[in-house]
């Protein structure tokens, strides 16, 4: 197993990454608020950078080792994964919050697929768009794809991003319609995707603190 | 050449069976396929530069244009689903239906900003099958659970109401929309539910029904039986429950119970009651007998001191006979004129038989006399005796004797049945003042059961002996009393009244009955009836009449234990004369000192009655070694020998008094055996 990187962004530059990851997730819930018309309210208590396998057994250790994802891959100067992760037990109420409503739960089950996949995709498109914005570069984000399984197969898509083996693991909270739903975004990205990261936040720094 | 692609791209994209539109950079329209100009209603050339909102002004335009702005500024796609849009765009089938469609939003080109490509999908038949299956199984589903009686409750894995049917609503007093989305624990609560919960999402059955407790709305508890069962699609787990209402059979099952309970206390109180009354009775019964007896007993206490006035005269009449008797034997041996003495001894001898047979009808009453019974022949006894009866009777009665052939043997005390005969021809005499016939009878009689009942017998077979006269004979009141004791219809000094009581004791005592037939006018029978006796009649006298041979030349011993020191002589003065060496013991004690030392003794004459050991325990104690140890008890009275239970093999008994002869006669008898 190999050890996490935390060492590759220093302090400074974490509470940087933490500060983009809020804004991309207040974006993403503005987004989401637009669509459910209803007031969305997403929160990041803490932002971590994990090896592979701590990220998987972080996730291992829930109550519910049953878990869905939403899964984008992103490509540009930074390359990697997106997942929106949930316990499995959780995602119908996640639809249901989304949807809201008295719909049947057949119903809620048919449309829960689709439903999954475009919540996931405005929350982590929200998040990782803004993120790029804020370091002045270019995502290109794919559609959203629904995995459910544990957390062990997240994490060992094929093909593995080259020497991915850094998780910037974000545990959000995902409050509407009176649902609480806690879940996590997990961001897999290879080492010069990380050092990529390190140089824009850099950059980043620099002009937040030039202004 | 640019217009020759560009009309070969837009070929290429009418053909795709898939409505395209690309934007420009800054999101205005510049490739509207064929597919999008049917579904729209509108063509390419109406809506190219446009944006998409002008395109569709009603269109639900917020999440689109970030859709768009974001592929058009980040790059990222975005997907906006029929799920979460019904109604995206107004969009038709060909042939007018309306379309239901997935949007994706891609942003083309290797550089961001280039332009975006909107994609629909028409999702419509896969929507419409999945609809169609959902109402043909909604349908069934329907079928069943809206006009089941039971609940029907369907639970997702975290225990939250999905589907209620109206009965649920009914049942737990809830709208039906309140139910859904409700958590199972505002109905159910309790070990019982959670067990039930956690067995059926562990994917465990339900081996029988469960009983569980309900909340209503209103906080009431209700009783259902539970059974379920989860079920699975995709991987969701579901848990459908069906509730049968049991309080109707709850309250049935405890008004059973109750009833039950009732049932069973009242049975025990009767039980309780039976025994008590059961034990009331024994109680009141045995208090009966106390009194009944102590009665009885004071009765004959009582009648001793009647008797005493009658009896007391006999008594001293006999005594004077003897004394004076004996007077004069006694002088006329001190004058030396022994020729006539023989005479008065004679008539000592008569009186004082004559008082041990009053003493003997007493004991008889008071039932205190040891019965001796042994195997005996009526018919025998009879003959031995129609002598004495003939002269008792006295010669204006004429006698028959009707003995039957082959009569059984039966089982008695001669004594008491001689007694017993003789009183009865007295009576018959007494009834026949004038004279008349007086028939004796003996028969073997085979009693049924109305017979025996009639008798207070069981049904068997008996020996009958009948006394009949042609006497005056008993009214029924008379003869319902006849056997009271001291009842009498004689003149006082003529008779005690004891007769027939005493032969009803006496018959009594040997398993027997007395029967009286009687008419005033008609003389009087009465039967006796004994069972019969099945064995051999002992070689026995009855009555020892003569002489036992007066010398034995063999050495045999005879301890003799009896405190009364003149008994205890004459005992001696008898064995001495037959020949037999006597030994004494004045006590149990000493006499037992005796018997387990190795002396030779051949026969043991005890009293019963001793002043420390009593005569039987000397017997058993002695008996342990000398177990052959021949016996023969001497009693006053038998209290502790009621009837000849006690007596072993090779015991007797002999009553006092007694004559010298007969005492003889039994210890040889008893030595020879």
Known sequence: MTAPAPEILNELELDALTELVNLGISQAANNLAKMVREEVILSVPKVTLVGR?????????????SLVAVHQVFEGDIIGRALLIFPEARSLELVKAVIGGNLPIEEIIELEQEALAETGNVILNGCLATIANLLKRKLKISLPEVLRGESSLFFNLQPPPEAGETVMFIYI??????RNIDGYIAMLMDLPSLQTLKVLLGDFIRRTAGN | MVARDTDRQDIVLDAIDAGVIVLDRVGRIVSWNAWMESASGRTAAAVRGKTLTETFPGVESGRLESAVSIALGSGASSILTHALHPTLFPLRSRAGRPLLHDVTVTAIGHQTGAGCLIHLTDVSRAVRRERFLRERQNARYDAVTESAPDVILTFDSEGIIQLANPAAGLKFGYGMADLIGQSATVLFEGQVWKDTWQALIDGRHLRQPVELEGRRKDGSLTYFEVSASRWQTDSRIFVTTILRDINERREILAALRHSEAQARAAASALTELNATLEQRVADRTAKLMETEEALRQSQKMEAIGQLTGGIAH????????IIGALDIVEKRIRAGRIGDVDRFVQGALTSANRASSLTHRLLAFSRRQPVDPRPMDVNLLIATMEELLRRSIGEKTRMTIAAADDIWLVRCDANQLENALLNLAI?????????????????????????????????????RLTVKDSGVGMSPDVQARAFDPFYTTKPIGQGTGLGLSMIYGFVGQSGGAVLIESEIGAGTTIEICLPRYRGDLAPQENVPKETVESRTDRNEVV??????????????????????????AADGSSALRILQSSQRIDLLVTDIGLPDL?????????RTKRTDLKVLFMTGYAENAAGSAFLEPGMELISKPFTMEHLALKISDMIAR
């Open chain 1, 53 to 65: 396998q701590e990220a998987i057994r972080i996730l291992a250790e829930r109550d519910s080792k």
């Open chain 1, 173 to 178: 909270n995902f409050a509407v319609r009176e």
């Open chain 2, 314 to 321: 006999d008594f001293n009449n006999l005594l004077q006979g």
């Open chain 2, 427 to 463: 009576n018959a005499r007494d009834a026949m003042p004038g004279g008349g016939t007086l028939e004796i009878a003996t028969s073997n009689a085979v009693l049924d059961a109305p017979q025996a009942m009639a008798r207070n017998l069981k049904p068997g077979e008996y020996v």
């Open chain 2, 559 to 584: 301890l003799v234990v009896e405190d009364e020191d003149v008994v205890r002589l004459l005992v001696v003065e008898v064995l001495n004369e037959l020949g037999y060496l006597a030994l004494e």
């Open chain 2, 614 to 622: 009593n005569g039987r325990q000397v017997v058993d104690a002695a």
